[in-house]
């Protein structure tokens, strides 16, 4: 069911210095890099690196409840926080994980890509938060 | 640099449990997944699971010296313990990391592709564990 694996999610401090460790140290170009950007409604700021089949979500706290305010906290230097898949169809995907058993975390709602996601508890993924996305009807996303 | 994400590495208390959340729950194919192996060297047990454009990597501490112990016994659930990208050369890579002021967490070594890996402290990016490993010939891998 789980299609391409879209981004790994990477909280950080800093998405400034997490652009140059991409850059800097991993010799990734500056222009497969996106320029940051705000979803105050969600409490972070995003960006993301592309990287030849794939890309790395960078993650920041945005606000004061921010929901990665406290995985910063517990891991001040930043960390990886989430696997995203794609899906097809969000609403089957979703209910498919219940009737799977799975807890999904939200009702679908419009993520950094522009199309729908859920999270899964990380009780159901052993202890790795999942993040389930439409795919993109442009493709690649 | 850094070429394809070839794999995340998700450290789990139990391989064959993990086999069934993909298996089950998110619907991999039986097929997609590979057997369990182990590398006692290395203090681990793996298993591959083949998503179309990457890999979960499962592995599992082998042994009352596994590097991987302490990290199952933080998160007893399991958890997202790295990200690998390949690069062409490893020496090359190596060299180019040391230059760059990262530390090099071992000399090269065969990883379970069976091409030479090497580790890069957490602190040099952003608290995530990062692999480098040499792109199979076989293309793929």
Redesign the interface.
């Known amino acids: ?5 879209n981004h ?1 999610g ?1 909280a ?2 800093s998405i400034e ?2 652009k140059k ?1 991409y850059r ?5 170009p500056e222009s497969a890099i996106t320029e940051t950007r705000e979803l105050p409604a969600q409490g972070v700021k995003f960006a993301f690196v592309n ?4 890309q ?1 979500e960078l993650i920041e706290p945005l606000g004061e409840n921010s929901p990665i305010a406290k995985f910063i906290e517990k ?7 989430h ?1 995203c ?1 794609e899906v097809q169809d969000i609403y089957v995907a979703r209910d ?2 219940v009737v ?3 807890r999904v975390l939200n009702e679908p709602r419009i993520g950094a890509h522009g199309t729908p996601i859920i999270f ?1 508890d ?7 938060l ?1 993040e389930l996305m439409e795919t993109p009807k442009d493709a690649h996303g």
Chains 1, 2 share one sequence.
């Open positions: 069911m789980i299609g391409r694996l790994v990477v950080v401090p210095a997490a460790t800097d140290l991993y010799g990734v990287i030849a089949n794939s790395i891991n001040p230097r930043g960390g990886q926080h696997i898949f498919e994980m799977r058993g799975a899964i990380p009780k159901n993924s052993d202890g790795v999942i």
